[in-house]
């Protein structure tokens, strides 16, 4: 996977891509809004990362918009200081995939830019599953081990949005956006709680557990347990 | 106010008409009086000069003359009584017992008519008795004309002085109502508001002088949000630097000496928990700013805040189920406002996160949305303790923290952003107790359904 990063910054820039690059990225750094645009142009790119304030009072959101005129439709996660809400649906609106506001956790980036990449068309598939849970999209059914799993509406959504997402970490800022379709920050556990909620419904009475806390970041359902 | 200046005015104005017009009716009737008064003294005085040393002079014949000579004849009237009282000449049928030496108004019987008159009496030398009068007809027609004349002037003019005053009272209170616009606005947060100067008048100065002092306040208040912000954000930038920092030599040294000096692992891990838990504090400050600067007001959408509070139940029903409590929602109808979901979910959410932490041996957590008149009505009910009364007006304050809750996690905010939201939306936060525990209010104003989203 290639990620470009365009951020003036240069401790930033080293930080994000030493990360990317001990995900398992290839990443390369960029300074201005100029040769960022080129570089994004090229089409060799898998995902964008964009800061917004950029050298010469350019706008980020100026190098995105020339990007989706030319048809290049790689994701973009737009990463900034501005983080007023109507700054995040401007950048949103601009076509940015993702937008994630300065200070930021690494794992936060990282786990987003994961979702990106993966993402494909969304495929109308009728079951999910993973090992031994079966999540049934058409009869609205969770079995684990053939055993019927009562779940409400919203922890089906839930498991759902898990189970899609595979072997990927999925911040709790995440969930919170893609299940419950709510952008703020939460001041307390409550994804937390939810979550645990759901482990005592598919995990507790089953020898393999699935559903993983990562450290740091957030949660990941798999059947292995990496770190 | 200015009802009562206008109506003290047109009173005075009134009063004024109606001075002029008593002074002018008397003083035209009393100087008409008076030229009668001296006529007749001046025939009485003349008659009696002329006959009073001559008794047997013709003053029987001087009277039929003058009252036969068609010169004021029918306005002139006169009577001459012997010593033993009968009548020798003139136009009277009887003697008018009042009349005396000073000029009277009396009616009197003349030529069968029963007129008012102005009589004087002259006594002769030889005890005759002279009396002559006046007759009043053309002082009452003038009465009536100068009567008539003030009345219809006393009506226009008390016309004039309602309507004019109705006039200025709606000038004076448009100019009024225009400032008094201005200082809701400006009161209800929009500092950028002004009053427009219509004219120099006192009205005008007034207008410049209060947006001179809005000028100054918002300048100051441009100030103080200006400083809270830069330090917010200033101290954010490098402190996610030093974080990021913290975070990179622990990646890097954890790939190259594993299980090595895990007391700075540990203490760096501990570092930037703290530090994230600053960023989130500055993160909220500058969320309170964000939204007192009333941005977001061009990004309002029409939201079902019933929605709102369903959804916020169910991302909250595992936290109650985990502390043994329930959330109701008790509305089941939209209820529409205009406004930013992801705001006003975050306000609902604040909410039941104290009632969830204040109110936990509660039970049960009541949630309802309901249109009230033009307001809409948000409410969330617990059964906790409250919050103690002189505290209320304190707890939307930053940073300000109920005594007996200082032990329980918190930043002091929460409220202060509840606070913050719904002014932002036009509404009120209202916080009282109730016998069962606390109730929180959200007033908001109702949006019409046409209103397009």
Not at chain 1, 145 to 151: D, E, F, N, P, V
Not at chain 2, 56 to 76: C, K, M, P, R
Not at chain 2, 171 to 186: F, K, S, T
Not at chain 2, 384 to 395: A, N, Q, T, Y
Request: overall charge negative; proline content about 3%; glycine content about 8%.
């Amino acid at each position: 996977m290639r990620c470009l990063v365009i951020e003036d910054e240069q401790e930033t820039a080293r930080y994000i891509c030493d990360g990317l690059n001990a995900a398992g990225y290839e990443s390369m750094a960029c300074d201005n809004a100029l040769d960022g645009e080129t570089l994004a142009l090229s089409r060799v790119w898998d995902v964008v990362v964009l800061d917004r304030l950029l050298p010469g009072k350019q706008d980020g959101l100026d190098v995105l918009h020339a990007m989706r005129q030319s048809g290049v439709h790689i994701p973009v996660l737009v990463l900034s200081a501005l983080g007023r809400i109507d700054e995040r649906v401007h950048g949103l609106r601009a076509g940015a995939d993702d937008y994630l506001t300065k200070p930021f956790a690494l794992e936060e980036l990282l786990a987003r830019l994961d979702v990106l990449v993966r993402r494909q068309q969304p495929v109308p598939v009728a079951r999910l599953q993973v090992a031994d849970l079966i999540l049934d999209l058409a009869a609205q059914r969770v079995t684990r081990s053939g055993r019927l799993i009562t779940l409400q509406p919203r922890e089906f959504q839930l498991l759902e949005y898990l189970m899609r997402h595979e072997n990927q970490v999925v911040t709790r800022n995440m969930l919170l956006e893609s299940v419950w379709d709510y952008h703020f920050d939460p001041q307390t556990n409550v994804i937390d709680v939810q979550i645990s909620r759901l482990r005592n419904k598919i995990d507790r009475d089953f020898s393999v557990a699935l559903i993983h806390t990562v450290r740091g970041a957030g949660y990941r359902l798999s059947v292995e347990t990496l770190s | 106010m200015v009802a009562r200046l206008v109506l003290g005015y047109g009173l005075l104005v009134g009063i004024s008409i109606a001075l002029i017009s008593l002074v002018f009716y008397f003083g035209t009737i009393v100087v008409l009086q008076n030229q009668i008064d001296a006529r007749i003294a001046k025939i009485a005085n003349r008659e009696w000069q002329t006959y009073d040393a001559r008794p047997n002079a013709d003053l029987v014949a001087e009277i039929g003359q003058q009252l036969t000579d068609n010169f004021n004849s029918d306005t002139e009237i006169y009577l001459l009584l012997s010593a033993s009282g009968q009548i020798l000449a003139g136009n009277l049928q009887r003697w008018p017992v009042f009349a005396g030496n000073r000029p009277v108004t009396a009616r009197v019987i003349r030529d069968g008519q029963n007129v008012t008159a102005r009589l004087v009496k002259r006594t002769l030398g030889d005890g005759r008795q002279l009396i002559v009068g006046w007759e009043l007809s053309e002082v009452d027609q003038i009465r009536q004309l100068v009567g008539n004349a003030l009345l219809l002037g006393g009506f226009l003019a008390a016309l004039v002085v309602i309507v004019g005053a109705a006039v200025f009272r709606r000038q004076v209170e448009n100019r009024i109502a225009e400032i008094r616009h201005a200082a809701q606005d400006i009161g209800a947060g929009d500092l950028s508001r002004r009053i427009r100067v219509a004219g120099q008048d006192e009205f005008g100065l007034l207008s410049l002088d209060i947006n001179r002092m809005l000028d100054q306040i918002e300048h100051l208040m441009d100030g103080v949000r200006h400083v809270s912000n830069a330090i917010a954000h200033d101290l954010r930038t490098p402190l996610g630097r030093v974080r990021n920092r913290l975070d990179a030599a622990l990646r890097t040294q954890g790939d190259q000496a594993r299980g090595e000096s895990l007391v700075v692992q540990t203490a760096a891990v501990a570092a930037i928990a703290d530090i994230d838990h600053l960023i989130l504090v500055f993160d909220r400050l500058l969320q309170i700013a964000e939204v007192e600067s009333g941005v977001h007001t061009q990004t309002f959408q029409r939201v079902d805040l019933d929605r709102i509070l369903h959804d916020m139940a169910e991302l909250y029903d595992a936290s109650a189920e985990a502390l043994a409590m329930r959330i109701e929602v008790e509305s089941v109808l939209p209820v529409l406002v205009r406004g930013d979901r992801n705001l006003l979910a975050n306000a609902v959410a604040s909410l039941l996160d104290n009632a969830l932490k204040y109110a936990s041996d509660g039970g049960l957590i009541r949630l309802r949305a309901f249109n009230q008149g033009e307001q809409v009505w948000l409410e969330i009910e617990d059964h906790g303790p409250g919050i103690p009364e002189e505290d209320l007006p304190k707890v939307t304050t930053r940073f300000y923290r109920v005594d007996r809750s200082r032990h329980l996690p918190g930043n002091g905010l929460g409220l202060s952003i509840v606070s913050a939201i719904v002014k932002m939306h036009g509404g009120t936060l209202i916080l009282h107790n109730t016998p069962s525990g606390l109730l929180v209010r959200l007033v908001l104003p109702a949006t019409s359904g046409a209103q397009p989203s």
